[in-house]
């Protein structure tokens, strides 16, 4: 049975930041990542968490180990997606708001709904969780297609006609980053 308690997981988490060279070069999250890490600003706005750490995260892996496309979630495809059934919300909030902080455009934010009302109230699983990121995320890039990126911003990271499109990105994870509000990691897996 997996470890729950909450200052074994900051311990694990701090772990992770002072040791994050040793950790990148491990065989099994370079599969994992298996491409570039998206640099989001972390969002900080908002109510924090107690001790500065992430209350929760939520992965989205394939058997294979590798992170989950978000063309496959946008359509629904998550049959691949490692218990993509299991429940991710029971608590009784309705929405969460998604944070996504994309190198070189301002912050956008959405509501995900995390009720599922169609038989008896439940929180949604994994699968509906990673298809709504999917839907933002598709989102985010039609409003910012055309949109300059700051000046300062890496061109690497520009969304639209001639740079990251939906079918390059792959969901690694959401994470709580503030009360209420979850920032999603993103992979570019791209040419």
């Known amino acids: 049975m997996p470890n729950t308690d909450p200052s074994f997981a900051e311990a694990v988490y701090r772990r992770l930041l002072e040791n994050?060279?040793?950790?990148?070069?491990?065989p099994q999250v370079q599969k994992f990542l298996s491409g570039t890490c998206i640099p989001q600003r972390r969002y900080s706005q908002g109510a924090t968490i107690p001790g500065g750490v992430a209350d929760r995260r939520i992965m989205f892996a394939m058997a294979d180990g590798t992170c989950f496309p978000a063309q496959l979630a946008l359509v629904g495809q998550c049959d691949r997606l490692l218990d993509g059934n299991g429940v991710v919300f029971t608590e009784r909030n309705q929405t969460i708001n998604l944070r996504i902080e994309w190198p070189g455009y301002?912050?956008?934010g959405a509501?995900?709904?995390?009720v599922n009302y169609q038989e008896e109230p439940m929180g949604i699983t994994r699968a509906r969780l990673v298809r709504e990121i999917a839907k933002q995320l598709e989102r985010f890039i039609e409003r910012m297609r055309n949109v300059a990126i700051i000046d300062s911003a890496d061109a690497r990271y520009k969304?639209?006609?001639g740079g990251i499109e939906l079918h390059h990105i792959h969901i690694a994870s959401l994470e709580q980053v503030s009360r209420g509000s979850w920032q999603p990691r993103f992979v570019y897996n791209g040419p």
């Open 20 to 26: 994050i060279t040793e950790y990148l070069s491990d």
């Open 106 to 108: 301002e912050g956008w």
């Open 111 to 114: 509501q995900i709904r995390t």
């Open 159 to 161: 969304v639209g006609p």
